[in-house]
Protein backbone atom coordinates (compact mmCIF):
# COMPACT_ATOMS: atom_id res chain seq x y z
CA UNK A 1 0.00 0.00 0.00
CA UNK A 2 0.99 3.56 0.19
CA UNK A 3 3.75 4.77 2.50
CA UNK A 4 5.54 7.93 3.36
CA UNK A 5 9.08 7.48 4.72
CA UNK A 6 11.04 10.41 6.41
CA UNK A 7 14.27 11.31 7.93
CA UNK A 8 14.64 9.93 11.40
CA UNK A 9 15.38 12.90 13.79
CA UNK A 10 16.07 15.09 16.24
CA UNK A 11 17.28 17.36 13.85
CA UNK A 12 19.43 20.21 15.41
CA UNK A 13 19.94 23.24 13.95
CA UNK A 14 21.60 26.65 15.07
CA UNK A 15 19.34 29.67 14.42
CA UNK A 16 19.62 31.28 10.84
CA UNK A 17 21.10 27.34 9.61
CA UNK A 18 20.06 25.82 6.41
CA UNK A 19 17.13 23.13 7.25
CA UNK A 20 16.39 20.10 4.78
CA UNK A 21 13.96 17.08 6.15
CA UNK A 22 13.53 14.33 3.29
CA UNK A 23 10.81 12.55 2.53
CA UNK A 24 10.04 9.66 0.11
CA UNK A 25 7.21 8.12 -1.04
CA UNK A 26 5.76 4.83 -2.20
CA UNK A 27 2.18 5.20 -4.77
CA UNK A 28 0.13 3.66 -6.63
CA UNK A 29 -1.67 6.61 -8.01
CA UNK A 30 -0.84 10.17 -8.47
CA UNK A 31 -1.12 11.12 -4.75
CA UNK A 32 -0.89 14.78 -3.24
CA UNK A 33 1.94 15.22 -1.05
CA UNK A 34 1.86 17.63 1.93
CA UNK A 35 4.11 19.07 4.89
CA UNK A 36 2.05 19.31 8.54
CA UNK A 37 3.78 20.72 11.59
CA UNK A 38 2.71 20.15 14.94
CA UNK A 39 4.20 22.45 18.18
CA UNK A 40 4.44 20.93 21.25
CA UNK A 41 0.54 19.36 22.84
CA UNK A 42 -1.35 20.51 19.92
CA UNK A 43 -2.85 19.51 16.69
CA UNK A 44 -1.48 19.34 13.48
CA UNK A 45 -1.29 22.44 11.22
CA UNK A 46 -1.01 22.37 7.28
CA UNK A 47 2.58 24.19 6.33
CA UNK A 48 2.64 23.42 2.50
CA UNK A 49 0.76 21.15 -0.19
CA UNK A 50 1.73 20.36 -3.57
CA UNK A 51 -0.79 18.44 -5.93
CA UNK A 52 1.01 17.63 -9.19
CA UNK A 53 4.73 16.79 -10.14
CA UNK A 54 6.93 19.57 -10.25
CA UNK A 55 4.91 21.81 -8.18
CA UNK A 56 6.12 23.58 -5.46
CA UNK A 57 4.58 24.34 -2.26
CA UNK A 58 5.91 27.35 0.27
CA UNK A 59 4.54 29.11 3.22
CA UNK A 60 6.61 31.13 5.89
CA UNK A 61 9.83 30.51 4.49
CA UNK A 62 9.58 26.96 3.94
CA UNK A 63 9.30 25.49 0.45
CA UNK A 64 9.11 21.88 -1.00
CA UNK A 65 9.51 20.43 -4.64
CA UNK A 66 6.83 17.33 -5.66
CA UNK A 67 9.28 15.69 -7.76
CA UNK A 68 8.09 12.35 -9.23
CA UNK A 69 11.36 10.71 -10.80
CA UNK A 70 12.22 10.14 -7.68
CA UNK A 71 9.24 10.06 -5.56
CA UNK A 72 10.22 12.64 -3.10
CA UNK A 73 9.05 15.87 -1.14
CA UNK A 74 11.74 17.15 0.71
CA UNK A 75 11.27 20.44 3.02
CA UNK A 76 13.35 23.06 3.29
CA UNK A 77 14.33 26.44 4.51
CA UNK A 78 16.70 28.89 4.28
CA UNK A 79 17.29 30.36 7.64
CA UNK A 80 15.63 29.04 10.51
CA UNK A 81 14.54 30.20 13.44
CA UNK A 82 13.66 29.32 17.06
CA UNK A 83 10.17 29.37 16.75
CA UNK A 84 10.40 26.97 14.11
CA UNK A 85 10.97 24.35 16.71
CA UNK A 86 8.44 21.29 16.48
CA UNK A 87 7.73 18.10 14.90
CA UNK A 88 7.17 18.24 10.78
CA UNK A 89 5.22 15.41 9.63
CA UNK A 90 5.30 14.50 5.83
CA UNK A 91 1.57 13.10 4.53
CA UNK A 92 0.34 12.02 1.04
CA UNK A 93 -3.20 12.01 0.22
CA UNK A 94 -4.34 8.33 -0.48
CA UNK A 95 -6.84 8.49 -3.22
CA UNK A 96 -9.01 5.06 -2.05
CA UNK A 97 -11.69 6.92 -0.58
CA UNK A 98 -14.46 7.62 -3.17
CA UNK A 99 -16.43 10.71 -3.05
CA UNK A 100 -13.64 13.30 -3.06
CA UNK A 101 -12.84 12.95 0.79
CA UNK A 102 -9.25 11.28 0.16
CA UNK A 103 -7.73 9.72 3.89
CA UNK A 104 -4.35 11.46 4.70
CA UNK A 105 -1.13 8.96 5.02
CA UNK A 106 1.87 10.22 7.86
CA UNK A 107 5.28 9.21 8.06
CA UNK A 108 6.36 9.05 11.32
CA UNK A 109 7.48 12.88 11.66
CA UNK A 110 11.19 14.54 12.27
CA UNK A 111 11.63 16.63 15.09
CA UNK A 112 13.67 20.06 14.59
CA UNK A 113 14.85 22.01 17.50
CA UNK A 114 16.38 25.07 16.86
CA UNK A 115 19.25 26.65 19.29
CA UNK A 116 19.56 30.76 19.35
CA UNK B 1 -14.87 31.67 14.38
CA UNK B 2 -15.30 28.05 12.62
CA UNK B 3 -13.58 25.17 13.96
CA UNK B 4 -12.84 22.08 15.76
CA UNK B 5 -12.77 21.21 19.76
CA UNK B 6 -11.90 18.52 21.48
CA UNK B 7 -12.52 17.72 24.60
CA UNK B 8 -10.67 16.77 27.30
CA UNK B 9 -7.61 17.72 26.60
CA UNK B 10 -6.24 15.30 29.14
CA UNK B 11 -7.96 12.23 30.38
CA UNK B 12 -7.50 9.30 32.65
CA UNK B 13 -8.40 5.58 32.12
CA UNK B 14 -8.87 3.11 34.79
CA UNK B 15 -8.07 -0.45 33.50
CA UNK B 16 -11.93 -1.86 32.45
CA UNK B 17 -13.30 0.94 31.84
CA UNK B 18 -14.65 2.50 28.82
CA UNK B 19 -13.67 6.68 27.97
CA UNK B 20 -15.53 8.46 25.59
CA UNK B 21 -13.75 11.52 23.24
CA UNK B 22 -15.61 14.71 21.62
CA UNK B 23 -14.89 15.95 18.54
CA UNK B 24 -17.15 18.83 17.51
CA UNK B 25 -17.01 20.89 14.73
CA UNK B 26 -18.55 24.15 13.36
CA UNK B 27 -16.99 24.05 9.77
CA UNK B 28 -19.76 22.27 8.02
CA UNK B 29 -17.64 19.80 6.86
CA UNK B 30 -18.76 16.46 5.85
CA UNK B 31 -15.90 14.33 6.16
CA UNK B 32 -14.20 13.60 9.89
CA UNK B 33 -11.46 11.68 11.06
CA UNK B 34 -10.00 9.89 14.11
CA UNK B 35 -6.25 9.56 14.71
CA UNK B 36 -3.53 8.02 17.08
CA UNK B 37 -0.21 9.20 17.43
CA UNK B 38 1.73 7.21 19.36
CA UNK B 39 5.48 8.39 19.38
CA UNK B 40 7.96 7.55 16.29
CA UNK B 41 5.03 6.16 14.56
CA UNK B 42 3.15 9.22 13.13
CA UNK B 43 -0.51 9.35 13.20
CA UNK B 44 -2.95 6.48 11.88
CA UNK B 45 -6.32 6.06 11.34
CA UNK B 46 -8.83 4.82 13.56
CA UNK B 47 -12.44 5.26 12.26
CA UNK B 48 -13.62 7.96 9.54
CA UNK B 49 -17.42 9.36 8.68
CA UNK B 50 -18.57 10.64 5.24
CA UNK B 51 -21.75 11.51 5.89
CA UNK B 52 -24.19 11.34 9.09
CA UNK B 53 -25.03 7.95 9.88
CA UNK B 54 -22.23 6.18 8.42
CA UNK B 55 -18.73 5.64 9.27
CA UNK B 56 -15.39 3.21 8.35
CA UNK B 57 -12.78 1.60 10.06
CA UNK B 58 -9.72 2.70 9.31
CA UNK B 59 -6.22 0.87 9.70
CA UNK B 60 -6.61 0.43 13.73
CA UNK B 61 -10.06 -0.20 14.65
CA UNK B 62 -9.94 -2.69 17.04
CA UNK B 63 -10.85 -1.63 20.89
CA UNK B 64 -12.59 1.45 19.08
CA UNK B 65 -15.85 2.74 18.33
CA UNK B 66 -17.55 5.77 16.87
CA UNK B 67 -20.81 7.17 15.69
CA UNK B 68 -22.27 9.81 13.47
CA UNK B 69 -25.30 10.94 14.51
CA UNK B 70 -25.43 14.78 13.88
CA UNK B 71 -22.79 16.56 10.98
CA UNK B 72 -21.01 18.54 13.95
CA UNK B 73 -19.86 15.59 16.11
CA UNK B 74 -17.82 12.37 15.94
CA UNK B 75 -17.44 10.71 19.23
CA UNK B 76 -14.75 8.22 19.52
CA UNK B 77 -15.20 5.52 22.60
CA UNK B 78 -11.85 3.76 23.65
CA UNK B 79 -13.20 0.10 24.86
CA UNK B 80 -11.89 -1.75 27.66
CA UNK B 81 -11.02 -4.06 24.37
CA UNK B 82 -8.44 -1.85 23.65
CA UNK B 83 -5.20 -3.08 25.34
CA UNK B 84 -2.39 -0.46 25.00
CA UNK B 85 -4.71 3.33 24.90
CA UNK B 86 -2.48 5.82 26.40
CA UNK B 87 -1.70 7.46 23.20
CA UNK B 88 -2.19 11.49 22.00
CA UNK B 89 -5.90 11.16 19.60
CA UNK B 90 -6.32 13.45 17.15
CA UNK B 91 -9.59 14.38 15.51
CA UNK B 92 -10.06 16.14 11.96
CA UNK B 93 -12.48 17.34 9.17
CA UNK B 94 -12.43 18.13 5.62
CA UNK B 95 -14.87 19.54 3.21
CA UNK B 96 -13.06 17.52 0.09
CA UNK B 97 -10.42 18.44 -1.51
CA UNK B 98 -7.23 18.21 0.32
CA UNK B 99 -7.45 20.71 3.14
CA UNK B 100 -7.56 19.05 6.28
CA UNK B 101 -8.29 20.91 9.62
CA UNK B 102 -7.12 18.94 13.06
CA UNK B 103 -8.42 19.93 16.70
CA UNK B 104 -6.13 20.27 19.40
CA UNK B 105 -5.88 16.77 20.28
CA UNK B 106 -7.06 14.58 23.63
CA UNK B 107 -3.97 12.99 25.41
CA UNK B 108 -5.26 9.62 27.22
CA UNK B 109 -3.34 7.77 30.06
CA UNK B 110 -3.94 4.53 31.32
CA UNK B 111 -3.98 4.82 35.24
Known amino acids: GDSVTQMEGPVTLSEEAFLTINCTYT??????LFWYVQYPGEGLQLLLK?????DKGSNKGFEATYRKETTSFHLEKGSVQVSDSAVYFC???????????????FGAGTRLAVHP | DGGITQSPKYLFRKEGQNVTLSCEQN?????MYWYRQDPGQGLRLIYY???????QKGDIAEGYSVSREKKESFPLTVTSAQKNPTAFYLC??????????FGSGTRLTVV
Open chain 1, 91 to 105: ALSDSGVSGGYNKLI
Open chain 1, 27 to 32: ATGYPS
Open chain 1, 50 to 54: ATKAD
Open chain 2, 27 to 31: LNHDA
Open chain 2, 49 to 55: SQIVNDF
Open chain 2, 92 to 101: ATTAGGYGYT
